[in-house]
């Protein structure tokens, strides 16, 4: 179960649970549950669970798969982890035995770095201290415009020895943003066929403020319809600027 993905900002991808539903403007052409439905019909049982149609869709009905907790053993090189791409860990359908077991597998496995992300920063900072939490998990929560800045103020509260935000898509202005305690921002555009266009200022804007924080940046790509055909520069520069924890070790 090694899969190796395309994320510029990740090595590979580790879905111990499956599926989710919308739960704000970032996540209206989310492109896990497009892909969700692609699997369901070419019969892969890991996306034949339907979500409900109003929030989710064909095969994306959130489902916790213990068999896939064994993968990260088997890996003999060390690698950057993305938990979760077809999935939010801390959906309130995944049970906190769950989230704790996912949990126990990354922190038996320290030679991976593991990167979680969601949307669902509430629960995060809920059960965050029915957690224990390895310094190989970094965690991030995503932030798509001004709306939803609050789970910065969860994320935050987050004992992660890397707290991270992925403004991807980022579909507005982020205004002012308070980084402290966060050690990393990862921004991109949207991509696909309905991408919504992401604005320079923006992107330049939240750059700026990164740099004045001392924040590690990452700008994954401009979008579009087709995701690489607008590259990556920003102002004539690639930013693939990672945690320092991650340039130290």
Not at 79 to 88: A, E, G, I, K, T
Not at 97 to 114: C, G, K, L, N
Not at 211 to 224: H, I, L, T, Y
Request: hydrophobic letters at 40%.
């Amino acid at each position: 179960m090694r899969n190796r993905t395309a994320i510029e900002w990740t090595e590979t991808t580790w879905n111990p649970t499956t599926g989710c539903d919308r739960v704000s403007a970032g996540c209206d052409n989310c492109y896990a549950m497009s892909m969700s439905k692609r699997l369901k019909a070419m019969g892969q049982p890991r996306y034949q669970r339907d979500g409900d149609p109003r929030t989710s869709g064909p095969g994306f009905g959130v489902t916790c798969h213990p068999e896939a907790l064994d993968a990260p053993y088997s890996w003999k090189r060390p690698r950057l982890v993305f938990v979760n791409s077809m999935s939010d860990l801390f959906h309130a359908q995944v049970p906190l035995s769950f989230v704790q077991a996912v949990f126990d597998v990354m922190a038996a496995t320290p030679q991976h770095t593991y990167q979680i992300l969601t949307k669902r920063a509430r629960r995060l900072r809920r059960i965050a201290s029915s957690l224990e939490w390895p310094a190989n998990v970094w965690m991030g929560v995503s932030v798509e415009d001004s709306r939803v800045l609050d789970r910065i103020d969860d994320l935050r509260l987050v004992p992660a020895s890397v707290r991270f935000l992925s403004c991807e898509p980022l579909i507005g202005s982020l205004g002012e943003v308070n980084l402290d305690g966060i050690h990393w921002v990862i921004a991109g555009g949207e991509s696909g066929p309905s991408a919504r266009p992401m604005h320079i200022d923006w992107l330049r804007d939240l750059r700026d403020q990164c740099r004045s924080a001392q924040v590690a940046f990452f700008f994954k790509q401009w979008g579009g319809r087709t995701p690489k055909a607008n590259g990556r520069a920003l102002e004539g520069q690639t930013w693939d600027q990672m945690p320092a924890r991650m340039i130290s070790a």
